[in-house]
C-alpha cells in the first residue's frame, strides 16, 4: 500500500500529465477529465513496475544461463551464490566503481605505490597504470605513484584483482618527497 507521500505524488504528477493544471477546477468537466486520467496514470505505473520487475528476473537468469550465479535447493530454502566465474565478473564491477575519498584536510603524508610486474603480464601492468590514472594517483617514475590521501583498501581490491602479491606490489607511506611542488599542484594542496 502507498503511503499518503506517494499517493499525493501520483495525483500531482497524473494531473500534470492530463494537462489538469490548464483545467480549471469550477469547471463541470473537471471531474470526468481528471478521473480517468489519473486511472490511466496509476495503469501506467503498475506496467511500469511490472516491467521492472520483469528485467531483472530476466536479468537474473540471463547471468544463471551464462554460469555467472548458482542456485541450489536445500529442501524449501534456495540458496542463490556467485560462481567462481560470477565473482571475477563482479570484481570487474567492483574496479569500475573503485575511487580514493578526499579527506578535508590534508594530513601532510604522502603514499607511495611501487609495483614490480614482469614484462610477460604486461597486458596487466597496463591495465594497472590505466587504473591508477584512473584514481587520480601522480607518476612519478612508470612504476612508482604517488597520493596524498590513504588508499590501502583500493589497493587490496586492485591486488587482489590483478592477483599481484606484496612482492610485486608495496605501498609506503613517507613524510616528504624531494622537489614536490609539481605533485602538490596536481593535487591542489599546499
Known amino acids: 500500500m502507498k503511503?499518503?507521500?506517494?499517493?499525493?505524488k501520483t495525483i500531482l504528477k497524473g494531473l500534470l500529465m492530463a494537462g489538469g493544471i490548464a483545467i480549471v477546477s469550477t469547471s463541470p468537466y473537471f471531474a470526468t477529465r481528471l478521473i480517468p486520467a489519473l486511472i490511466k496514470y496509476?495503469?501506467?505505473?503498475?506496467k511500469q513496475k511490472e516491467f521492472e520487475k520483469k528485467k531483472f528476473y530476466n536479468a537474473?537468469?540471463?547471468?544463471?544461463?551464462q554460469g555467472?550465479?548458482?542456485?541450489e535447493y536445500h529442501g524449501k530454502q534456495i540458496y542463490i551464490s556467485l560462481t567462481p566465474?560470477?565473482?571475477?565478473?563482479?570484481?570487474?564491477?567492483?574496479?569500475?566503481?573503485?575511487?580514493?575519498?578526499?579527506?578535508?584536510h590534508w594530513d601532510k603524508k604522502w603514499r607511495v605505490l611501487i609495483f614490480d610486474i614482469k614484462e610477460k603480464q604486461r597486458s596487466k601492468r597496463e591495465a594497472l597504470r590505466g587504473k591508477l590514472k584512473e584514481l587520480g594517483f601522480y607518476q612519478i617514475?612508470?612504476?612508482?605513484?604517488v597520493c596524498p590521501y590513504e588508499f590501502k583498501k583500493e589497493i587490496a581490491i586492485l591486488r587482489s584483482?590483478?592477483?599481484?602479491t606484496s612482492d610485486e606490489m608495496t605501498i609506503m607511506e613517507v613524510n616528504s618527497i624531494e622537489n614536490d611542488q609539481k605533485i602538490?599542484?596536481?593535487?591542489?594542496i599546499k
Do not use: C, H
Request: charged share 40%; hydrophobic share 35%; proline share 2%.
Open 85 to 104: 566465474e560470477g565473482r571475477k565478473w563482479a570484481g570487474k564491477y567492483q574496479i569500475d566503481d573503485l575511487k580514493i575519498k578526499k579527506p578535508w
Open 60 to 65: 537474473f537468469y540471463k547471468l544463471k544461463k
Open 3 to 8: 503511503n499518503k507521500r506517494e499517493i499525493t
Open 141 to 145: 617514475q612508470k612504476s612508482v605513484w
Open 184 to 188: 602538490k599542484s596536481f593535487f591542489k
Open 161 to 164: 584483482f590483478f592477483g599481484l
Open 68 to 71: 555467472y550465479v548458482k542456485m
Open 42 to 46: 496509476a495503469k501506467y505505473k503498475k
